[in-house]
């Protein structure tokens, strides 16, 4: 059975930083490109970033790269989000995904959200004084 569990969600305050994991099982995580996106209340989900474990290919939401960072331990089938000077508007459940690796290729990570062949319960993380 496929699975992918989403962890390292928590309360931190602005400008603090936080690594979330995505952990898989039942697959093999560098056949696929493994994604995060986030959904705050009353938004639309939207990508984050994506990567593809096989090659190192990644993409970002424009607005958040320089904050945001992705890595892969290929060795533990975990990919990590990096986050950091958090920001309030970064508040959202966090959900990591994976699919084609063509996803994780600039051109295709805005399909991603609509894509993505498994995805993991999500991870909520605040960002408050």
């Known amino acids: 059975e496929v699975q992918l569990q989403a962890s390292g969600g928590g309360l931190v305050q602005p400008g603090g930083?936080?690594?979330?994991?995505?952990?898989?099982?039942?697959?093999?995580?560098?056949?696929?490109?493994?994604?995060?996106?986030?959904?705050?209340?009353?938004?639309?989900?939207?990508?984050?970033a994506c990567i593809s474990t096989s090659d190192g290919t990644t993409s970002f939401e424009d607005s958040l790269k320089g904050r945001f960072t992705i890595s892969t331990d290929n060795a533990k089938n975990i990919v990590y989000l990096h986050m950091n000077n958090l920001?309030?508007?970064?508040?959202?459940?966090?959900?990591?995904?994976a699919g084609g690796k063509h996803y994780s290729s600039s051109p295709w990570f805005k399909f991603a959200k609509h894509g993505m062949d498994y995805w993991g319960q999500g991870t909520l993380v605040t960002v408050s004084s």
């Open 87 to 97: 920001k309030p508007e970064d508040a959202a459940v966090y959900y990591c995904a």
């Open 17 to 48: 930083s936080l690594r979330l994991s995505c952990a898989g099982s039942g697959f093999v995580l560098d056949e696929y490109a493994v994604g995060w996106f986030r959904q705050a209340p009353g938004k639309e989900r939207e990508g984050v």
